[in-house]
């Protein structure tokens, strides 16, 4: 976790896949540890009867906003500590429900270049344990040239027009 | 409602928020543990957040950092009685969009660009706006996307991350 062996853009090949990420399976226990982190109750990810006969949805979900701490951690971990996540987005799809195992995978889509650092594409999801996909997404991760100066920081976004 | 009263929703901005506090590391530790990612620049000054001055918070926390502030209404307490009372707590800088008012909501994803950690310490200042708002013809029947689009700075003014995030609305 701590200083792994410094990586450039040049050790990545589209394709490539990133190391999965497993969270779960998620209780309600999970989930309320979560809804007292970020101090917020929205009932459908804790209290079954409202859930099913107040929304009409078939059982707790799994919150978004923890999902996407989830898909943070997974490129965070594979970018540091010479890469930054300069972009993430992701759709809430489908529902994921109390109970399920969520694994998170990610790979090498595409690599770009800019005039001081290199970008790689990244297409990734989170699929539960019968394989469904509930949160398809894409991200940006700078990484050095080798032999080539950091990146900035605070991260200095590339010119689009620059980025070959 | 009409797609005119929704519009005049678009581009709406807050004020500048400042967070009721820093980044602590009591409540760091809290949301790490629950987010079950322990990684210790989260915590202690090592090589890996050495460049960025020392511990720092997770990505995503500074959106997690405008909680209900000291003194103000108390939702929950507020509808101890109503059984209909969706728990809903998010922070709330831009006005409600009065015609959705009551609606139920799902989120719809975000798109989040980083820029910079915030050290342990410090607060964190916000700014969002409406970004977008439209109506549409689902499977489920109509409902309204608002895209809401917020700026997290630290105290030197440097923009940490730039969140767009989607909330689908849907009549109850």
Same mark, same amino acid.
């Given at each position: 976790?701590?200083?792994?062996?410094?990586?450039?853009?040049?050790?990545?090949?589209?394709?490539?896949?990133l190391?999965?990420?497993?969270?779960?399976?998620?209780s309600?226990i999970?989930?309320?540890?979560?809804?007292?982190?970020?101090?917020?109750?929205?009932?459908?990810?804790?209290?079954?009867?409202?859930?099913?006969?107040?929304?009409?949805?078939?059982?707790?979900?799994?919150?978004?906003?923890?999902?996407?701490?989830?898909?943070?951690?997974?490129?965070?971990?594979?970018?540091?500590?010479?890469?930054?996540?300069?972009?993430?987005?992701?759709?809430f799809?489908a529902?994921?429900?109390?109970?399920?195992?969520?694994?998170?995978?990610?790979?090498?889509?595409?690599?770009?270049?800019?005039?001081?650092?290199?970008?790689?594409?990244?297409?990734?999801?989170?699929?539960?344990?019968?394989?469904?996909e509930?949160?398809?997404?894409?991200a940006?991760?700078?990484?050095?040239?080798?032999?080539?100066?950091?990146?900035?920081?605070?991260?200095?976004?590339?010119?689009?027009?620059?980025i070959a | 409602?009409?797609k005119? %009263?929704?519009?005049? /929703?678009? $581009? +709406?901005?807050?004020?500048? @928020?400042?967070?009721e506090?820093?980044?602590?590391?009591?409540?760091?530790?809290?949301?790490?543990?629950?987010?079950?990612?322990?990684?210790?620049?989260?915590?202690?000054?090592?090589?890996?957040?050495?460049?960025?001055?020392?511990?720092?918070?997770?990505?995503?926390?500074?959106?997690?950092?405008?909680?209900?502030?000291?003194?103000?209404?108390?939702?929950?307490?507020?509808?101890? %009685?109503?059984?209909? /009372?969706? $728990? +809903?707590?998010?922070?709330? @800088?831009?006005?409600?969009?009065?015609?959705?008012?009551?609606?139920?909501?799902?989120?719809?994803?975000?798109?989040?660009?980083?820029?910079?950690?915030?050290?342990?310490?410090e607060?964190?200042?916000?700014?969002?706006?409406?970004?977008?708002?439209?109506?549409?013809?689902?499977?489920?029947?109509?409902m309204?996307?608002?895209?809401?689009?917020?700026?997290?700075?630290n105290?030197?003014?440097?923009?940490?991350?730039r969140v767009?995030?989607?909330?689908i609305?849907?009549?109850?």
């Amino acid at each position: 976790m701590t200083s792994a062996k410094p990586r450039c853009f040049d050790d990545f090949a589209i394709g490539d896949d990133l190391p999965s990420l497993t969270k779960g399976p998620l209780s309600t226990i999970h989930l309320v540890r979560w809804s007292a982190a970020m101090e917020n109750w929205h009932r459908i990810h804790f209290d079954h009867p409202y859930t099913v006969e107040h929304e009409g949805l078939k059982g707790l979900l799994i919150n978004g906003t923890f999902k996407q701490q989830f898909i943070a951690q997974l490129l965070t971990d594979w970018a540091r500590p010479d890469g930054w996540v300069w972009k993430m987005n992701f759709q809430f799809r489908a529902m994921n429900i109390v109970g399920e195992r969520l694994t998170l995978w990610a790979r090498v889509a595409n690599k770009r270049q800019a005039p001081d650092f290199g970008l790689v594409d990244v297409e990734m999801g989170i699929v539960n344990e019968h394989g469904v996909e509930s949160t398809p997404g894409t991200a940006i991760v700078a990484f050095p040239y080798r032999h080539k100066q950091p990146l900035p920081y605070p991260f200095v976004a590339p010119v689009p027009a620059e980025i070959a | 409602m009409s797609k005119l %009263e929704l519009n005049s /929703y678009i $581009g +709406l901005e807050s004020e500048v @928020v400042r967070s009721e506090l820093p980044v602590e590391a009591s409540i760091v530790r809290r949301f790490c543990q629950a987010v079950m990612d322990e990684n210790p620049m989260y915590w202690t000054p090592n090589e890996d957040n050495r460049a960025y001055g020392g511990p720092v918070a997770p990505p995503l926390f500074p959106t997690f950092m405008f909680g209900r502030t000291f003194g103000s209404p108390d939702p929950i307490q507020l509808n101890a %009685e109503n059984p209909g /009372y969706d $728990g +809903l707590n998010f922070s709330r @800088v831009l006005p409600d969009i009065e015609p959705i008012r009551g609606y139920a909501m799902l989120n719809g994803g975000s798109e989040v660009d980083f820029f910079g950690y915030a050290r342990h310490g410090e607060h964190v200042n916000r700014q969002a706006r409406y970004s977008n708002i439209v109506e549409r013809d689902t499977r489920k029947g109509r409902m309204v996307f608002v895209t809401t689009e917020s700026d997290f700075r630290n105290p030197r003014n440097d923009l940490l991350l730039r969140v767009r995030t989607t909330l689908i609305w849907r009549p109850q």
